[in-house]
Nanobody, 123 residues
Framework: QVQLVEFGGGLVQAGGSLRLSCAAS????????MGWFRQAPGKEREFVSA????????FYADSVKGRFIISRDNAKNTLYLQMNSLKPEDTAVYYC????????????????WGQGTQVVVTS
């Protein structure tokens, strides 16, 4: 089992930045691939970004490409999402997720989930 806890959500104005963190505990952090997903009110949970255990493979949704940066520190068992140039449409609950094996962008392929952290971007 892997337990995931997200931190860093909050309220920010459009154009601002936030950094989300996801702390993992339980079974070894590696070699899990990790991902960020988000869910806005009334919408499906959608893929945001994902990173392989080594960090060598990274994927972004088109909607965040060039604005968000995913990274991980395996020594600290922590996943990060640096969010820049935030837009009101980025408002959502952000979830981190983990899966054994290769990195994926499909939500249903992730085995472990955090409880989520709220991000609100005002115009």
């Amino acid at each position: 089992q892997v337990q995931l806890v997200e931190f860093g959500g909050g309220l920010v104005q459009a154009g601002g930045s936030l950094r989300l963190s996801c702390a993992a505990s339980g079974r070894t952090f590696s070699p899990y691939a990790m991902g960020w997903f988000r869910q806005a009110p009334g919408k499906e949970r959608e893929f945001v970004s994902a990173i392989s255990w080594s960090g060598g493979s990274i994927f972004y949704a088109d909607s965040v490409k060039g604005r968000f940066i995913i990274s991980r520190d395996n020594a600290k068992n922590t996943l990060y999402l640096q969010m820049n140039s935030l837009k009101p449409e980025d408002t959502a609950v952000y979830y981190c997720a983990a899966r054994g094996g290769v990195v994926q962008t499909i939500r249903s392929l992730y085995d472990y989930w955090g409880q989520g952290t709220q991000v609100v971007v005002t115009s």
